[in-house]
């Protein structure tokens, strides 16, 4: 994942734009970094913050920094923005998505004059360099923008800053969100909305999918009109995004209250405590709570100052212990007790089990689990959410893997295992929750998810529980 910000001024812009950046920390651990633009030119910083704060490391650009004009971002992945240098001029340009077609891609620019691209340490290409590239092979930014959209396979959105103002693209479907805010002297752009509210900003506009603006301190110009198709990521409610932020008009802590309230009200269990796993499933838990009147508490806390949100390292080694390290019990509200516990999903089933396993040895007399969205039965090809080597890392390719033969797993096979109401579907499940050793378990229904989303599904990107595409 990852995330960006960008600030148009008629005043310094570097204290918005620090803290509008360091607002989407939660969104990748890897790297960080700022290009603002004033009278002098450009100014670039990239900062590499896998073992160490945002707001630490860049500090001292907000002194040494002046401009009006500024974009950021927060990256899991390759430093950026980059600064560029093309027949289009100068510009900084900062992006968020993934690409399935690199290869390709790399090879339409060689044959189109690009002779080489800077190569990373994992000896992959940096994806914000290619974008650019493929952006300065046309006679304008707009048309290099528009030209992204067309040859990109996967999820593309592009901050694009020159010395006039901010080129603004949402993806083509969009799966991610990018949203403008406005105050008195300035214009912001944002992918969380909770990153401008304690800056003065108000929301102004959500970019429509595919829509391209172009944006200054005054006003924002509509360069490309939204596409009619949307297929934004359900799983950002679930999950990635933060509790205070709103996309498409609908904020993420009310929706996942709303998706508690309608796991309750098919549940049927009896408990003492009903919990929530830290930070994502607390929400689903009180609102899972409100309904049956179980008695809601913290059977264990997270430990933040120093650990990130687990699905951040990029190995699995490394996932399991941060997994193991940050939750720490409170063995007075576990003990002897029937806990339920709220998880905003199980992808690999190592962390949820792991989890379950110290509770019992903490004391708990059961342990039933509720997942906050269906199984996720199929990577994602469009984010980085279930990114993965191979699909059998996922635990419900393992099962249906054991239950069918390897040999027989196929798309339609696992839309099968999809279907809630399928018996296959009731021996998939309990087969997990075999494996993971909890006294219960029972996935949110996907169209429960839905609705407490409320947006309509074919505006919802579902790919990784229904194989929708």
């Known amino acids: 994942m990852g995330g960006f910000f960008g600030v148009a001024s008629k005043n310094r812009c570097v204290s ?18 700022l290009a603002v633009c004033g009278e002098n030119g450009f100014q670039r910083s990239i900062h590499n913050i896998e073992n160490s704060l945002f707001r630490a490391k860049f500090e001292k650009e907000i002194d040494e920094f002046n401009g009006n004009l500024g974009i950021g971002s927060i990256s899991d992945y390759e430093p ?14 900062a992006t968020v998505g993934r690409v399935k077609n690199i290869p390709e891609l790399k090879e339409l620019c060689f044959k189109n ?12 290409i940096n994806i914000t360099e290619l974008i650019a590239a493929l952006i300065s092979q046309k006679e304008s930014i707009l048309s290099g923008l528009t030209y992204v959209q067309k040859v990109v396979k996967g999820s593309m959105s592009v901050l694009l800053m020159t010395r006039e ?9 969009g799966r991610m969100p990018v949203i403008l805010g406005k105050k008195e002297d300035a214009r912001c752009v944002t992918f969380e909305t909770s990153a401008f509210v304690n800056l003065g900003y108000e929301h102004e506009k959500d970019l429509g999918p595919g829509e391209i603006v172009f944006m200054d301190s005054d006003h924002y ?3 490309k009109e939204p596409n009619q198709e949307m297929k934004m990521c359900a799983f950002m409610w679930v999950y990635y995004g933060y509790p205070t932020s709103t996309y498409e008009g609908v904020n993420v802590e ?20 009903v919990a929530g796993v830290p930070d994502s499933g607390i929400a689903h838990a009180i609102g899972y709570s409100n309904v049956t009147k179980d008695f809601y508490g913290r059977p264990f806390i997270k430990y933040t100052p120093t650990y990130a949100r687990s699905f951040m390292p990029q190995s699995q080694t490394e996932r399991e212990f941060v997994a193991r390290k940050k939750l720490i019990p409170v063995k007075e509200l576990i003990k002897d007790q029937r806990l339920l516990l709220i998880d ?12 379950t396993q110290f509770l019992y040895d903490s004391g708990a007399k059961e342990v039933h689990i509720r997942p906050a969205c269906p199984p996720v039965m199929f990577g994602c090809k469009y984010l980085n959410f279930s990114r993965s080597s191979s699909e059998m890392q996922l635990i419900t390719h393992r099962v249906i893997c054991d239950l069918e033969g390897c040999e027989k797993v196929s798309k339609e096979t696992l839309k099968e295992y999809a279907n809630p109401d399928s018996e296959k579907y009731k021996k998939m499940v309990d087969e997990i929750c075999r494996r993971l050793n909890f006294t219960s378990l029972d996935y949110a229904r996907l169209d429960d998810l839905v609705e407490s989303i409320g947006l309509p599904k074919c505006k919802l990107c579902t790919y990784c529980w229904d194989g929708e595409e």
Do not use: N, W
């Not at 950026?80 to 340009?93: C, D, E, R």
């Open 221 to 223: 110009t509509v360069l």
């Open 254 to 273: 009310m929706s996942r209250y709303k998706c508690g309230q309608l796991m309750a009200k098919r549940d049927h269990v009896d408990v003492d405590i």
């Open 344 to 355: 905003d999903s199980i992808v690999r089933g190592t962390q949820l089990g792991e989890t």
């Open 113 to 124: 004059g690009i002779g080489h691209f800077s190569e990373m340490q994992s000896g992959q």
């Open 165 to 173: 103002g901010i080129y603004c693209m949402r993806d083509k479907v």
């Open 80 to 93: 950026q923005p980059l600064l560029i240098s093309s027949h289009l001029g100068s510009f900084a340009i």
């Open 16 to 33: 918005d734009l620090f803290f509008g950046v360091d607002y989407h920390s939660h969104l990748g651990p890897r790297r960080g970094g």
